[in-house]
């Protein structure tokens, strides 16, 4: 029987109920502690990518690991703070960011990232002489799908690295102070050369610039979703960024700290989705099995036609079968066993209505990317520790659907 630590998914269900997030305390820390403790930097800095899994139960236990965080809208600032970072140690990088936007962070004590020129000339007239971080696109891109891709000629995100000269003119002109440069190429890549090339990219672009505090080379640190995938080679990662490092400080003068975004490879491993089989149909092409789950609260097969390993938490005997896994929306692309082009059968053991199945692997970007299509609320979430549960957020009810809609319906007046 599937354990998460050392409870029993089943009994996990039966106390939870389905469709449930279990997340592993254990792992998110162990993450933690082998992505610190795998660089040499005497000030590294590790901003949690929050919007992979905004939970501030999981904030909290990053920021008692030393995580600094990662916040790109006001939301994410408020949970940030609400979940007890101290407003320092937060960088706000929203792209598109309004005035009001803005305003919300600042008022808050939060550095702002700027990533476009007009809002690095808006946020010298909001707050004119204020500390500033700007965000670079350096034109290099990468990742798991075209979707995740933040850099290049294609990307909406930060400014062109050649227009160096005008972002030191808007500094002037605004009375603005740089303290960091920031650039992040994409999300889920297990290529350390290829980070490593952002890197250099940073590195040669900073040179234009005067003394900085630090230098943020973003996220996108991936991790193996399949058996056959092998995992980013900290080590080498490691190895390129500090030569590069070494070579920046003996050539400027200056020895800036480096910071970095983890927020896949700190959370992903450490969820999952645990479900119920409601329906098995044997149609003319597949066998269906349906779940009390759907793309409301995984988004990321329809999205990205990503891959996520299945497992029954009690296997029954039986010949392995090829098996389409599907949500309970009304919805064609609601499935889960799939690529971009449509369904895509995965070996399963025999699977009877009532089975418990886990999604694996979907502590990023699952429950935070989530929604209530189809008005179906959204599932409750679990912290596992040890022989330990706790309930980090309730299961929603129906009654919740209505909970931001007036009582009584009346039109507008000017």
């Known amino acids: 029987m599937l354990h998460f630590d050392q409870l029993p998914a089943a009994a996990l269900a039966q106390r939870f109920g389905t469709p449930l997030y279990v997340y592993e305390e254990q792992t998110i820390r162990q993450a933690y502690r082998r992505l610190r403790a795998a660089f040499a930097f005497t000030d590294l800095r590790l901003h949690y990518a929050m919007k992979a899994n905004a939970n501030p139960w999981i904030l909290r236990l990053l920021l008692e690991e030393g995580a600094h965080i990662d916040a790109v809208s006001a939301g994410e600032v408020h949970l940030a703070l609400a979940a007890g970072c101290p407003a320092h140690r937060i960088l706000y990088t929203q792209s598109a960011a309004s005035d009001a936007d803005m305003a919300f962070a600042l008022q808050r004590g939060v550095l702002v990232n700027a990533e476009s020129l007009s809002q690095l000339a808006r946020l010298g007239s909001l707050a004119p002489g204020s500390r500033v971080c700007v965000r670079l696109n350096i034109y290099l891109g990468g990742g798991h799908h075209s979707h995740v891709i933040t850099g290049g000629p294609d990307s909406k995100f930060g400014i062109d690295w050649e227009q160096w000269p005008q972002v030191q003119e808007l500094l002037t002109a605004k009375g603005l102070r740089l303290v960091g440069l920031h650039c992040h190429i994409g999300s889920g890549i297990r290529d350390a050369s290829l980070l490593a090339h952002a890197v250099s990219h940073l590195f040669h672009t900073a040179r234009n610039f005067g003394p900085l505090e630090f230098l943020d080379f973003g996220g996108g640190l991936g991790v193996p979703y399949r058996d056959e995938e092998g995992p980013l080679d900290l080590a080498h990662f490691a190895s390129l960024m500090e030569e590069k490092y070494r070579a920046f400080c003996q050539d400027t003068g200056t020895s800036p700290a480096i910071a970095l975004e983890p927020g896949r490879f700190l959370v992903a491993t450490a969820g999952n989705l645990l479900c119920r089989v409601t329906s098995v149909k044997q149609e003319r092409k597949h066998l269906f099995v ?18 996520h390993r299945i497992d029954a938490v009690t296997p029954r005997p039986g010949e392995l079968r090829p098996t389409v896994v599907t949500g309970n929306l009304c919805e ?83």
Do not use: C, W
């Open 332 to 414: 064609g692309g609601d499935l889960f066993t799939r690529d971009e082009h449509g369904p895509l059968p995965r070996l399963l053991p025999p699977l009877q209505e009532g089975d418990l199945l886990v999604l694996r692997e979907a502590g990023a970007y699952g429950f935070a990317m989530s929604s209530r299509y189809n008005s179906v609320p959204l599932p409750a979430e679990v912290l596992v520790d040890g022989n330990q549960a706790k309930l980090i957020r309730r299961r929603e009810t129906l009654e919740d659907l209505l909970t931001t809609v007036p009582t009584a319906l009346a039109p507008e007046t000017l």
């Open 290 to 307: 349906g779940t009390d789950t759907g793309f409301n609260h995984l988004v990321r097969p329809a999205f990205y036609g990503s891959f």
